[in-house]
């Protein structure tokens, strides 16, 4: 119902964005700063466990730490890319019906449109039933996924001077 699913939203709003969601982040580029300014250390997540490791930095169990931060950066990126496909491939869907306020302005009143969202991820349309529009299903945040990458990676393929300043102009 409306109410859990506004009970979910905060969840997801407070654990991704709350306090405790950015201890990490500042705690990491404190260290990070440290090492790199005071110590003369490369830029590297290893390098923030000198004091506890010393030497052994430059060994496997500095690999090991620069690995697993590479596979949990991946991750976080690939979660927040998903979460946002999502949610920008449910905006689509609004949009395109003129969802406001509880009616759908822009539906056909044909019979055959009366549940316009049946295509959708885990629905099937009844006998006699049609999707309309954009539905909100795997495929279309696919393609949403793909179009946010390539936008992305032909960002920064064209450099500061070009492509990111473009697209920051572009957002901004």
């Given amino acids: 119902n409306d109410n859990e699913d506004a009970t979910h939203a905060l969840l997801v709003c407070w654990y991704h964005r709350g306090l405790h969601g950015w201890i990490p982040y500042t705690t990491m580029g404190a260290v990070l700063g440290i090492m790199t300014h005071r110590r003369g250390f490369p830029l590297t997540i290893r390098y923030m466990f000198w004091p506890l490791i010393g030497e052994r930095c430059y060994g496997w169990m500095g690999?090991?730490?620069?690995?697993?931060?590479?596979?949990?950066?991946?991750?976080?990126?690939?979660?927040?890319?998903?979460?946002?496909?999502?949610?920008?491939?449910?905006?689509?869907?609004?949009?395109?019906?003129?969802?406001?306020?509880?009616?759908?302005?822009?539906?056909?009143?044909?019979?055959?449109?009366?549940?316009?969202t049946c295509g959708g991820t885990g629905q099937v349309c009844a006998e006699g039933k049609e999707p309309y529009g954009i539905q909100a299903n795997v495929p279309t945040q696919i393609v949403i996924i793909l179009v946010i990458t390539l936008v992305a990676t032909g960002s920064v393929v064209s450099g500061m001077d070009r492509g990111i300043v473009n697209l920051s102009r572009f957002t901004f």
Avoid at 82 to 101: E, I, K, S, T
């Fill in 63 to 116: 690999d090991a730490v620069d690995i697993l931060s590479i596979i949990t950066t991946l991750f976080g990126v690939c979660t927040s890319l998903g979460l946002g496909a999502m949610q920008v491939n449910q905006g689509m869907q609004r949009l395109d019906h003129g969802f406001y306020r509880g009616v759908n302005y822009n539906i056909p009143a044909d019979e055959k449109y009366s549940t316009p």
